[in-house]
């Protein structure tokens, strides 16, 4: 097992009382297993990565990391939603940002850098500054800097939620890749229930604010995963499953931010 | 890959300037040499330019630019190098922010000349109550900038820091530096430029060496062409030291695609 999490909760404290994000959350991930989440917008995904990750206390409950070997590999490593490279910093020194704070030395990783850089194709931007990249490659170069850190488990929230089509179903693919070569486990957060089923193991859903664990599926997909299984049936059931169970939600959300403007023109004028 | 030069040339921008003071020095050259009323209170370009050179040989000219830039590097350096500290902790601190916030504020509107006489009966009459006040001068945008770079990082960068478990002094050096520095160097350009006027200020109130003083020295002995010289020396510290900055900023800032300098 690679890590678990018991009866997590957590609340935010406002101007006015209080947010409650996450509401007694258990799960665990295995070594090397692939999780993915969905739920709706607000349901404290990015909450329940950055409580694994150790950004944020919880509230209650605990995060339970596995008995490993201290064999100098990081916890965990957190891609985020905006992937968050330093504008000031090239691709190269981004990428090896993650492992300059362990304190590795410079030419060892800058080296270490390098080789992933080149096997995602990117050397030719090695020296760019992130501005002059496109969002895809943004996107590529902050997983990149959680991967060669080698953590015990990858975090990723909605990495690839900003690419269109094309981008996001190649980028999947090599997110793959790279997962397959490595000895990482993932949780992987997305709002996109395909992308889900296509590349998890299992995957986590999620109820509206404050998130619950609602159900959890378990894909029936073999691997090594290749993407066509997106247009198998077993994965169109799993998607019409899913969207079953958020859609309630989906729906309530959707209703309260419809009505609320048709009830106050229904005032009477005097 | 031939043909197509889509990178816009370099200085392109720089030759309409040029052709603009050029004409504009021509016509008061013109103007000056061909009426008698023009020629006290504006002096032909020629006339300030020999004005300049005699000064420049006799040695005077670099005595008294050297007095001015003197008051000026001790005042920027000792009024510089707090506001980078102070507006590094106030961008990172909303404590300390908000507890030395009112006072930034309130100090900030005086002038600081006015300080001047206060200064000089503390601190006597030497240079010390002149640098202080330059210093002063220099201290206010410096602090102002640094601060609202600080707190225009993106609080992600803080966390991506965090999360790969950055220690604070690398955070420090890669994160807070770094992030702020596009607008440190936008305030030391304001700051330099703030602490240029108030040094020629204050030499034409209370110096007898210096730029200020030399203007004050030729308006008072009617030596109008004098004024001219010095002013344009004032003018062209000013122009130098922003093209200074704004090559270190291109040295200092690369990643920056539109250079806030
Ligand atoms: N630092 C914070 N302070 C106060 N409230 C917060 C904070 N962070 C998150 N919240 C609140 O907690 C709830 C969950 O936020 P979170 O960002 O985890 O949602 P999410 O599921 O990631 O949403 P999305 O899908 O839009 O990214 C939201 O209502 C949010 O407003
Ligand atoms: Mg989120």
């Not at chain 2, 006027?197 to 204050?202: K, M, R, S, V």
Request: glycine share 8%.
């Amino acid at each position: 097992m690679s890590f678990r999490c018991e009866h997590l909760s957590k609340s935010f404290a406002m101007r006015d009382g209080f947010v409650q994000a996450l509401d007694d959350v258990t799960f665990s991930v295995g070594e090397r297993e692939f999780v993915s989440i969905v739920g709706p917008s607000g349901c404290g995904k990015t909450t329940l990565l950055k409580l694994i990750a150790g950004l944020l206390r919880p509230s209650a409950g605990s995060v339970v990391p596995s008995a490993a070997p201290d064999d100098g590999r990081p916890a965990s490593a957190l891609v985020f939603q905006e992937h968050g490279l330093f504008p000031w910093m090239t691709v190269l020194e981004n990428v090896a940002f993650g492992l300059e704070t362990r304190g590795v030395g410079r030419s060892e990783r800058h080296e270490r850098a390098m080789t992933f850089i080149s096997s995602v194709g990117l050397a030719p931007f090695a020296h760019a500054w992130p501005h002059q990249l496109s969002v895809g490659m943004r996107q590529r170069v902050g997983i990149g800097r959680a991967f060669v850190t080698d953590p015990r488990l990858l975090l990723l929230d909605e990495p690839l939620g900003s690419l269109d089509a094309q981008t996001r179903f190649l980028l999947q693919e090599e997110l793959l890749r790279l997962w397959t070569r490595s000895r990482s486990a993932v949780v992987y957060v997305t709002h996109d229930i395909e992308e889900a089923v296509v590349l998890g193991d299992r995957v986590l859903v999620l109820t509206g604010r404050p998130g619950r664990i609602q159900g959890e599926i378990t894909v029936p997909l073999g691997r090594p995963r290749k993407l066509e299984y997106a247009v198998d049936e077993k994965v169109t059931a799993l998607k019409w499953q899913i969207w079953k169970m958020l859609e309630e939600e989906a729906r309530r959300s959707l209703a309260l931010s419809t009505r609320e403007p048709v009830s106050s023109v229904e005032e009477p004028v005097p | 890959m031939s043909g197509g030069n889509a990178r816009p040339r370099r200085g392109a921008g720089a030759w309409p300037a040029f052709l603009v003071i050029a004409v504009l020095l021509g016509l008061w050259e013109t103007w000056a040499r061909t009426s008698d009323s023009a020629s006290i209170l504006f002096p032909a370009p020629s006339v300030i330019a020999a004005v300049l050179v005699r000064e420049l040989r006799s040695g005077a000219l670099v005595r008294t630019v050297g007095a001015t830039l003197g008051r000026l590097a001790s005042g920027l350096a000792l009024g510089g190098v707090p506001a980078l500290l102070l507006g590094l902790t106030m961008g990172f601190s909303p404590r300390v922010r908000a507890a030395v916030d009112p006072l930034v504020a309130a100090a900030h509107a005086i002038p600081k000349i006015a300080v001047l006489p206060i200064l000089m009966i503390l601190l006597g009459l030497g240079e010390a109550p002149k640098i202080a006040v330059v210093a002063a001068a220099a201290f206010f945008p410096l602090l102002i900038s640094t601060m609202s770079g600080v707190r225009h990082i993106s609080p992600i960068h803080f966390e991506v820091a965090h999360g790969y478990g950055a220690s604070a002094p690398r955070v420090f050096w890669r994160v807070l530096v770094p992030g702020s520095l596009p607008q440190i160097l936008s305030g030391v350009r304001l700051a330099f430029n703030a602490a240029l006027l108030i040094t020629i200020a204050l030499e034409i109130v209370a110096a007898r060496t210096g730029l200020g003083a030399t203007i004050w020295l030729a308006w008072q002995t009617m030596r109008v062409e004098e004024l001219y010289a010095s002013l344009a020396v004032t003018s062209f510290l000013g122009v130098g030291f922003n093209a200074i900055l704004a090559f270190a900023g291109r040295r200092l800032v690369p990643w920056h695609s539109t250079p806030e300098i």
